[in-house]
């Protein structure tokens, strides 16, 4: 079993138009930067994919990464928690425009929707906003005299994810808080491609220290030295 | 009823038989018992990653006596080994493989399996102390559900059948069955002939299934080696 | 912050008449048979506690651990997924006196339960179940033109688990395939007490290796070279 | 309506006096911004463990400028660096932890918090971008909830009123308030003053209060040292 690629653009040739994509990542830390501008590389060339629903608990920031996968157009609609940062204004200026469509969802529900995506529980019941307008519309039911809100499952076609180490079966490690959104995105998505800074042989990782069994990665492909959003923001580097 | 033919395959046989289906690199779940004699037989070249309830993929053969650590078991709780890249996780991330359709194939065995795939395979019936273990979840869970069974139990009775006597351990789930005389699909409320031991006429083997055999297409011969 | 305790005896002590306890363990590996030993050390010198629902994958093997505490008439209640094993013979006694009572809940529901009520969900849906007699009088609701079932949390006053190293503040490893139902059901019950095989210092065990924080665990003591409870089985150990 | 006495906490005073409740050993959540001035007091001998939304349990101080590694950053998106004893955990164990009801204590800012323990701090109405992050699950998980906050707005509304008039983060779930003039329970549906500024009268405070100010026991000096 071998599920390694040779390139970030061997990764990500097969997103269609119009697919529904996680993106790993909480503010400068675990973006797929390297995924996420061979897609851009892709759309320049191809002028595909377009149309895309992107899925991260941001909407991108600086002028890298998703902020530039906006500001080419490429996203109809991001399903997030927080896309108003320090510099989001590829997003701000797309949404004020009516270019791009967001689903605001609180952070916790959108962890918990993803990771019931991936173990196949299409809904559960949350007090998380209740009696406010993000729960509007939304099935209420009471569980020992308190209400709670049901929300659905949240899947994706595609999860781009920022890894550490991995291997040829798809194990993975993370970096410290760069771990947040992208163990549960693999789970939920139908494919899940982790970009990993160091490739290493299957057993190399102690069986303890895997996070992501590789059950849940379906291509990935090593990315030495990635780079980091934060560090290129500062460095306000604009891509391409 | 006809009397069951004195040539059938052995489990070990059915076993075989079952594995071959099982592609390179498949995420794979056996259920206790029976079912875990499949992984004996991989074809050469091809690797499939067994999963166990329990919280293990990867896991290889049993280790030789005296070297068990008990630590380290399947779900059917035997000493089992690592192969290189497995991975330990806790139980609900163990379920959520299963029920998030996260595994290629299961393969389990059966009391009564019908056309509509249902299975019987927990319970039979009230006496005694029940018990169901992870099956209820396996069958919804992986892309592919099999059975592996004998054709008709001690007594003669078909085990393919119309409608599931006893309780269910999930509803149309069932796609493949895999006997001691042929293989089986469900497919569209019916079970479809694939494959059937050459000793046996297609109206013996009719006569020993609880339900109607459907010939869409070829029936190959099903040919298994000595074991 | 000093969670340890001295002695199992001591960590056991505040367990109620009537608790519902959660063991970590399946089948041979991971139940925390010190722990288990100490409280029926308890009941045999004070008659306290009895009528105990226990929550485990099993329901006791040989005459240790689980076993033992039924054989002690200390459990009113099982809540499991398989209680027949090939020495459960404690249990199907006190069950075919009906001196026992029983929930069979599907192994990946079981767990399900127990997560969800450790991460503050009242109910969800699944598939597991459906149309079999275990999901009979629950709610039953279509998600995409499937049919599911809803099923609800199962808290505990009291998780006894088993972990490898552990710190002061609680932080936890487990050993293989003994970590099993232990983690989530230290984040299911209102007080976890967790024995460990070795006892180390804050900062020990690598952050990214942790994989109960000691946010879910609220007692822990060094149990060095703790018991098996497959090789006591085989040794054919009667406890007391 | 009232002025705005000019002898009033600032915010890190305000800080000061939330950090002074923090037991030893809580696990608490600070929101993002003025919330997190609260770990700078953890009164001499006390230690809390702050658990951040994006995967950690125990993290420390920033680190000094030039020492950033960013990928080990707080919900605010601010380098920090680790405790001994830290932990790391993916984003749905991170809100398990918070939703699950683990945290002893949450601290976050306020646009405006009704009697009835209502809080409003994620929109200030349909202008704008909207961003709620993971306030609406830290209100419901923390066992108890408490905000810091000035007494009015800039404008010298209160913020501690009646009826919430913006979005609500959360319905029933605030039990404390920490504001520049006073501590303030929420019990019951109502207000209850536990500590106000010796400079302000009771008539002034309530004046500055949109709901009643209700004083079952004795209301306590606040006492804030310079900082």
């Known amino acids: 079993m071998d599920k390694t690629l040779p390139s970030p653009a061997d990764a990500v040739a097969g997103i269609a138009d119009g697919a529904t994509v996680m993106v790993g990542g909480f503010g400068g830390s675990g973006a797929p930067i390297e995924l996420i501008h061979a897609l851009i590389d892709r759309f320049l060339a191809t002028g595909s994919p377009g149309n895309l629903t992107v899925i991260n608990n941001n909407a991108g920031n600086g002028q890298v990464g998703i902020a530039a996968l906006i500001a080419q157009g490429m996203v109809g609609k991001i399903i997030c928690s927080y896309p108003r940062s320090t510099n989001s204004r590829a997003f701000i200026e797309k949404y004020q425009a009516g270019e791009i469509a967001l689903e605001l969802v609180p952070q916790g529900t959108l962890a918990e929707r993803i990771r019931a995506a991936g173990a196949g529980i299409p809904a559960f019941f949350t007090p998380t906003a209740y009696g406010t307008e993000l729960a509007e519309g939304k099935q209420i039911q009471e569980f020992e005299g308190r209400p709670y809100v049901m929300e659905r499952w949240l899947k994706a076609d595609v999860a781009l994810i920022k890894a550490e180490l991995g291997d040829r079966m798809g194990n993975l490690t993370y970096r410290m808080t760069a771990r947040n959104f992208a163990p549960i995105m693999a789970m939920a998505a139908a494919h899940t491609i982790a970009q990993v800074s160091r490739l290493v042989a299957p057993g190399e990782i102690d069986p303890e220290a895997v996070i992501t069994p590789g059950i849940f990665v379906d291509a990935l492909v090593e990315v030495a030295e990635p780079a980091q959003e934060e560090a290129l923001n500062r460095a306000e580097v604009h891509y391409p | ?227």
Chains 1, 3 share one sequence.
Not at chain 2, 4 to 24: F, G, H, M, Y
Not at chain 2, 155 to 164: A, D, H, N, S, T
């Open chain 2, 1 to 227: 009823m006809t009397q069951e033919p004195t040539e059938k395959l052995s489990n070990v046989q059915i076993a075989w038989r079952a594995a071959q289906d099982i592609a390179d690199g498949a995420y794979v779940n056996l259920g206790i018992g029976f079912p875990e004699m499949v992984a004996r037989f991989q074809p050469e070249g091809r690797a499939a990653v067994f999963h166990s309830e329990n919280g293990i993929l990867g896991f290889g053969k049993a280790p030789s006596e005296g070297q068990e650590d008990w630590d380290l078991i399947n779900a059917g709780k035997k000493a089992v080994t690592l192969n290189p890249g497995a991975a330990f996780f806790h139980h609900a991330d163990s379920f959520a493989m299963v029920r998030g359709g996260h595994l290629d194939v299961a393969i389990l065995g059966a009391y009564e399996v019908a056309q509509t795939g249902d299975l019987a395979n927990w319970s039979t019936g009230p006496t005694g102390v029940p018990a169901v273990g992870g099956a209820m979840d396996l069958v919804h869970g992986a892309k592919r559900v099999a059975v592996i069974t004998e054709h008709v139990t001690k007594k003669g009775q078909p085990k393919l059948v119309e409608r599931c006597s006893l309780p269910l351990t999930g509803v149309g789930c069932v796609t493949r069955v895999y006997t001691s005389l042929a293989v089986v699909d469900i497919e569209e409320g019916r079970f479809v002939l694939r494959e059937k031991l050459p000793a046996i006429s297609f109206d013996d083997l009719q006569s020993l299934t609880g339900a109607t055999l459907h010939c869409p297409g070829p029936v190959a011969d099903l040919i298994v080696p000595e074991l």
